[in-house]
């Protein structure tokens, strides 16, 4: 049978602080950096232009 009493445990020893838990980062993080955003806009711009000459110009 199983023991349902509560039992006072002592408390951990906070000898030393762990350090804070880095969170995973997500798609949103990575899209918010300036260099990945400029090199984005760069393909597209040149994707843009690229299907515009062929539509408009060809």
């Not at 350090?19 to 711009?45: H, Y």
Request: proline content about 16%; some cysteine; aromatic content about 4%.
């Amino acid at each position: 049978m199983l023991d349902t009493t509560k039992q006072s445990d002592p408390a951990p020893p906070q000898d030393k602080p762990r350090p804070p838990r880095d969170e995973p980062r997500g798609c949103l993080f990575a899209l918010s950096q300036p260099p990945l955003m400029i090199f984005l806009a760069v393909i597209g711009c040149l994707l843009l232009m690229a299907s515009l000459h062929d539509l408009l110009l060809l």
